[in-house]
């Protein structure tokens, strides 16, 4: 893309490094440990038969998720929402957008009336916590469903994921549009945006905000590009991480 | 566009009737009752000389805004988040996006150690409340930084205001791309988008969304193109309304 | 009374100047905009079928009401209740006193078991915002009333509305009794009294309180005398508002 | 007053049995526990030199008040606030309302830059337990006081006391009026009053609510007088509480 | 024990005054006001025919308990935990105590399908307060079952009460182990426990903390054999207060 | 100890196996991973020169911990506490346990005016959460201290730490004494006990309840050996994960 090299030596258009630790927890039905570089989320999907009472009778199921960051998750300490007695807007806004986000890939007559919660838990913060919560979030959803389909909650027939999902942060620095953003180059771009896309590349969520100057359609187009291809990149470490031989615990 | 016609008569790239009543308020600093159609919203800026303690001896100001909806302004009363003791996560989310999209357009430098307060309290609701909030709330705003400026608290050439904003709903429904949804449109729209502009017509923000199917890159193209056109017709309902010959109090 | 006049030129036994706007939310089932001079309060009365659990099966119905003020409703902005997470005490003691005078006047068993909420919004402050509420709230009231007996939810001949319900406020300033206090006045009031009165001009609920030198038998029935009077006009208001010709959509 | 006998085997003008055990804290500066028939009440006074932040510096003291009920303090077990992580209407009303009505017998600027926080807690219920609370908090406050004075926090020759102040409820049962009512009375009246009198015989309080039929001018009247007896009976119970030879641990 | 006496002239070994006043509530099913010394509190047994909803239809009673202190039962004010809006981690931890070291004597089975709430309310405290309210709460309890039973909530033959149970503090001062602790011994304790035991002599509960150094076996030990003693003196105050002549109101 | 065979094949007196990963987190002044068996807690220390306000001026510094659980940390999800807006007693009881454990081995005036929080946060549960939080606290906090003494903010010739200090849990299961329960065997016990203990083998806290039938003497001597004994290899375990060559960043 250009000859910029950023601080931790990627190429604009690289992601960090991606790890996928699937079945990380032996307690839920589908649970994933992941990583964007510094930044690790423990996803568990909690697969429940029976859907909340306001859905009850409809044939359908019920996906939704919820995110939080451990206090020490970032450079300083912030004090538990649970202390605070109330969620803050960021962590209300994260978890409506993850939850969107994994509605989109469901089929949720095919779920049948069955609940799948997922939590993404940030154990260490830099940057991405959503983006990378959103992909985590689709390996232990895939496990949590394959998990229902083998205790016959789902039936043998159904097919409740409809495409995988992932999510990657791209922003303008300096001018430049780059990719994956550690926290330092997150504070510093003038164009911040996250977007959310299928397995077939097409566009779940786009959310762009303009943190410094305001961004033209120019600029708009050049961070889809680069967030298009990021999120495709995301695609294969899902596969390889969902792949048999990796069968979970 | 097309020739369809919609429910309300309305071309598919037409806005409802907009409507900005300056000054409603004899108390607030600056305050706009904006309608989009059925969609009724009371913006009221509240100007203080200083700023949070966080802020203090920055030389900057502040600019943040709380959106909240009367009980009974939908078709169903909902319980008042006052009673439940929280706010909900889409009240919270709604309160960021305003004060982000406001803060674009402001030199909190030139602003000075002053904080503004924006209060858009929706009275009524069909659809596009956050749209209307932003729209209503930079009149209140500019009125708010005038008062600021013949009580001195703002310098004589100081000019903190860099630009309009104004934002607007787009939607693709039955697979054609609409401007200003109301409500039974809101409910149908497979994708659906948000976004503020600036009046020089860049993006301070774009939030799409894909209710139904995701989608691709042409239809995101379609509904950015849409929504520039109406920002820039309700560029000239806020100036008309702060037009001079309709001073107010 | 007395030859005194008042700042803002009325006699002290007159009303400021009183509207009523009925019918000014489409979405509610009664409504009213309500306005004591500078005190604006939005009236809305939501009909449900059915009534709480605790009175399922008795054959009655339910009337309650909240009372809330927009954050900058008065001369400078308070905080939300909502943000707070707590109803502050007023809050609560005049959401039970618009109830309680509304129940006064209503035959819960000719209502059936059907529930009516009535939220009154104060959207500006300048005294007197309870006994707008109350003045107020008897038209949304008697309108969703009527609509439940359109909707057959309340029998043909049933009478839930026993007669009307209005409420003033009155004070001892410099000794002198005076109606429908402003802000301004009721600050400075050595004794502050809302009455709230029946269409048949019985009492409801008298609520005295000295704020500054305690007051004796003869002072309160010079006060209970005038807010009789100040009711026996606003019931004109409220009978002229509902009357058939400014039929309601 | 009538021939009517109660079912306690009172007149219709008579209080019940009235106590009071002064100085029942061995760790307040000021306490009582009264009891009102079946109603027994704990008042304790603290002092604390200084003010809150938004008096400091008028050289003014502040006294406030919190009422609250132990939860089997009633004859069914009522779940406790601090669980239920709010303060209902009730709680906040009374507690306001016995604020202001021993505020209305202090002289804040004699009582100096002082704090007295009345606590009056309800231990156990049956009928009129605000005014047992007024009645008592006098008391607690009057030792309260005594003792700022003998810590020289109060100045010699100060008197923030400018007068008693106690509270009775009247009502009118099957038509007739009467003094000092039980649980079993108060939920039978047609009409509801409570009046808070200072020891010179002058309201500083007048709250009443028709809970059946409206009521008229004349029954106003009789209640008043009624109450106003009661509250002359009640001074001579505080006054014999205070005096020195029942000296105060 | 040792020759050293206390301030407040007791040996080593020797409780404080203690003393029960059974059934001081007439509207609780059963209830005591115990006093340790300067530490009283209200025990209240409230019996409710029916369990909570998880254990519906096990054929099983439910026992448990809330602790809370009055604001000024301390010697300087504490902020009312509801006002505060939340309990906090010390009430909460008490409470948990109480339910515990009821439920260690009480067969749930015999007790059939009813729930009985204690709530121990400090009106003074002195130290020990939950030792006092363990010790209380026990006398409550049993009179509570004995209403179960003749109002044949519970059978004839059923024995829920297995044992009685009493609770006491013992601590180290000076090196010295002491039992019964006051509030100034209490704050210059170096190792501070309280025990629960049955009449039986057999522990329910231990709860030991180095407050100052850490403690040793021999230390423990010599606590241990102190409080068992304590207990079996509160077992005959529990039996001379419980037996039949001092029936109960 | 005896013959039996544990389900998953220890002996009586054998822990889990034991591993503490320090320096977990790359953002935290101290950290360790650790695990009893399938329980894993991340201990984070945070390190804030300066003290809060009620101890600013002592000279001394002051030690806290928090403990939460991941809502699925355990076998069914729990909601969060930050979602319910409430912190539940057992957190409140447990954070609580873990300071006070801590600071028994810290000497605050050595610390100087410094604070450092620890947070544990159970990532996964299988019995013990408590025990294995303050073994692994230990660790976090070593780190901490020395942190804060490279940063010179503890004087280089200051010994904050005055020893070690660790925590397990023993019951009493089918009558046999046993070491270190996993969630199978705890809810089992009949009688439950956590002890922590010091480097020197001196008992800090000692909390032992019995869930079934109460215990004796003899068998809480037996539990305490059996727990004195584990604690001695817990610390062999926190000695060699601070080594020296296990070097953190």
């Known amino acids: 893309m250009t000859d910029i090299v950023r601080a931790d030596g990627r190429a604009t258009d690289q992601l960090r490094e991606i790890t996928i630790e699937r079945g990380w927890s032996a307690n839920a039905e589908g649970s994933a440990l992941i990583s964007f570089g510094g930044t690790k989320v423990l996803c568990t999907a909690s697969f429940t038969n029976g859907v909340p009472r306001w859905l009850t009778g409809k044939g359908k199921g019920w996906v939704t998720a919820e995110y939080a960051m451990l206090p020490r998750a970032t450079n300083s300490r912030n004090d538990r929402e649970s202390v605070k007695g109330r969620i803050g807007g960021r962590t209300h806004e994260i978890s409506r957008l993850i939850g969107r986000a994994l509605r989109a890939v469901v089929d949720t007559k095919a779920l049948g009336e069955n ?8 154990l260490q913060a830099d940057g991405g916590t959503r983006t ?3 992909t985590g979030a689709y390996v ?9 389909r083998e205790k016959k909650f789902i039936g043998k027939n159904a097919t409740p994921l409809l495409d995988s999902v992932a999510a990657i942060s791209v922003g303008i ?16 771009a003038e164009t911040d945006m996250n977007i959310v896309v299928t397995g077939r590349g097409l566009f779940v969520e786009v959310q762009g905000t303009a943190e410094g100057a305001p961004f033209d359609k120019r600029e708009l187009d050049a961070l889809l590009e680069l967030g298009l291809a990021g999120c495709e990149t995301l695609k294969g470490h899902q596969l390889e991480a969902l792949a048999p031989s990796e069968a979970q615990a």
């Open 140 to 148: 232990a959803l895939a496990d949590a469903i394959e998990w229902g």
């Open 115 to 122: 609940t799948i919660v997922i939590d993404c838990d940030v």
């Open 132 to 134: 990378a919560a959103i």
């Open 173 to 188: 620095i300096d001018g430049t549009p780059m990719l994956d953003l550690p926290y330092v180059e997150d504070v510093r």
